[in-house]
């Protein structure tokens, strides 16, 4: 990961707690510095605090975006800024995230970690391909996890292991084909997967189903999925 703050001692703040996750921590005043070592050797994430120049946040942005080999470098923004302008401004020339940087440390440490995730479900993640790429559901859901293999167009399986139940879905091509959820198959096991908020999950690319329970659009299903979770949660609450 690469901090690119003109305060030396957040920096250092988030660089101590990056590390005890075991993460590795470049760290540089500026955005042209940042540039400098994405270039010589591009990190896995970049994190910027906007507040001292905007302007030349919004510079590395579009050097970023327009270069062959730093375009799918993930990219967060950190601003003290409550400017709603340049919020809209930066998820639209495509930075991955938009931060508050007075939020907890343990807050902005997830946040990351979920990007983490996310772009390692978007590679083939061929060096960790034995075991599959590994996380939690408390970091990212079932319904990031659904969505970013639909808009990567991925074909795998994602196991997911609850402490009460255990439960698949396969994709081919972004499609979901297939869930099941102990002896439950089809749609109503994958309703019961993606609502589920604790465990831990295992992406595994190329593993094809051997059979197919699911045949409507993705999204629809999620949506849908996602609709059932609120009328349960409405329905508990009224009780």
């Known amino acids: 990961m690469l901090i690119a703050d003109a305060q030396k001692d957040y920096r250092k703040l988030l660089k101590m707690r990056l590390a005890n996750e075991d993460l590795e921590v470049r760290e540089t005043k500026d955005c042209a510095g940042a540039l400098k070592i994405m270039l010589k050797d591009p990190p896995d994430l970049v994190i910027v605090n906007m507040d001292a120049d905007s302007e030349e946040a ?6 970023m975006r327009a270069d062959k080999t730093l375009c799918r470098l993930p990219l967060v923004f950190l ?38 995730t996310r772009e390692s479900i978007r590679r083939d993640g061929a060096a960790r391909v034995r075991r599959g790429i590994t996380g939690d559901l408390e970091n990212l859901g079932m319904p990031d996890i659904v969505q970013t293999l639909a808009m990567g167009m991925k074909s795998a399986q994602v196991a997911v292991t609850t402490p009460e139940a255990k439960g698949a879905i396969w994709f081919e091509n972004g499609a979901a084909v297939h869930a099941r959820c102990g002896e439950e198959e089809g749609e109503r096991a994958f309703y019961k997967i993606v609502g589920w908020t604790e465990g831990e999950f295992v992406i595994e690319h190329g593993v094809k189903a051997t059979e197919s329970t699911l045949t409507g659009d993705t999204m629809f299903l999620l949506m849908e999925g996602l609709r059932l979770l609120d009328e349960t949660s409405t329905s508990e609450e009224a009780v």
């Not at 919004?58 to 050097?63: Q, T």
């Open 58 to 63: 919004f510079g590395l942005l579009a050097e």
């Open 79 to 116: 601003t003290r800024s409550t400017d709603r302008v340049k919020k809209l401004r930066a998820l639209r020339e495509g930075v991955d995230d938009y931060l508050n940087k007075d939020d907890e440390v343990e807050t902005l440490v997830a946040r990351f970690q979920n990007i983490l």
